[in-house]
């Protein structure tokens, strides 16, 4: 039973993995087409509260707990987390770099939550141990590609038409060194906010991790966080862009399928299956360390279990079999 619920979690992030990495692909191409970041972000908040919210209604009608203002607070955090700023720094990352970058840079995400929840005291770290120096053998591992791949760039296997044109601006003159200048610049802009989505979603991790023991249905606690989440996009969208309706109205066939898959798969089923996968996790890591303390709890009890004390027997072989004939005999009777 445990090794089937370990695949059902590791096929679970698989399928979380394929799903976010369609979603990078769409948004980045609606995105090149003019799609405003928070507006998106909205809309696919949006798109989300209405998929989930029956399902919650529903499923959880009679087994809902009841809302308090500190599980309110937790939920509020966890939308401007993890469905705020994480995705609008995810947004905005995937627009000055690649898809491909953006979803390998993602990796760094459980190093992360691993650094802080050290820092938090949530996790131990034990050097001497095996276990304690092959997380900091990841650990560096991870921030070694992470740095290899944002510093280094090798040899182009491909001519793309942009940077085809970026170098024959470049060797060209003219403004060709403004146009590299430029381009570096977002490249590292876009690489700076795609370490805060990775700060911010493993910081939603944690949170997350917490909100599920005080607020257990899963479903009415995602719906109800893309919830407040679509209200917190709309009042920072007003806020800070001067939109028209036009804004607001979806053009064509990418972004349709964009807001409707990023609200429905990516944020509807795959924050569920993150939530989903934490209870598995905490459920598996509880039964290793129910089984471990059970192993110790039975040497501990094989030890202290009471021998019968030996019988002290002549060190002299030859006296042994006098000893062994003395104690078979009868004892004689007592002479008046």
Known sequence: ??????????????????????????????????????????????????????????KERNTRPKMTWEI????????????????????????????????????????????????????????????????????????????????????????????????????????????????????????????????????????QGKLTKKYPAIYSCTAIMFFISTLQGGALTLATERLTASAWTLTNKVEIVTVIYSGVMASGVGYLIMTCVLGSVLMILGLYLLLWGKKKDAAAASSVVCCPEPKHLPVDDEEAPNTIKAQQQPPSPLKL
């Not at 590791?10 to 799609?35: H, P, R």
């Not at 000055?96 to 953006?102: F, L, R």
């Not at 182009?156 to 060709?176: E, F, I, V």
Request: proline fraction near 2%; hydrophobic fraction near 55%; include cysteine.
């Open 1 to 58: 039973m445990l090794q089937a619920e370990e695949c059902r979690t590791v096929m679970t992030m698989l399928v979380f993995d394929l799903i976010s990495a369609v979603m990078t692909a769409l948004v980045k191409k609606a995105l090149e087409q003019g799609l405003n970041r928070l507006v998106l972000i909205t809309l696919r908040q949006l798109v989300a509260t209405l998929f989930l919210s029956p399902i919650a209604y529903f």
């Open 72 to 207: 309110f607070v937790y939920l509020f955090f966890s939308a401007l987390l993890g469905a705020g700023l994480s995705q609008y720094s995810f947004f905005y990352g995937l627009q000055y770099t690649t898809a491909t970058y953006a979803i390998t840079f993602a990796n760094l995400s459980p190093v992360l939550t691993f650094l802080i929840a050290i820092a938090l005291g949530v996790e131990s770290l034990n050097m001497k141990s095996m276990a304690g120096g092959a997380k900091v053998l990841g650990t560096l591992t991870s921030m070694a590609g992470v740095l290899l791949l944002s510093l280094y760039k090798g040899v182009a296997l491909t001519n793309h038409p942009s940077a085809a044109a970026a170098m024959d601006a470049s060797a060209g003159g003219g403004h060709g060194g403004s146009v590299m200048v430029k381009n570096n610049k977002q490249w590292t802009l876009g690489t700076v906010m795609l370490l805060g989505n990775c700060l911010c979603f493993s910081l939603w991790l944690l949170l």
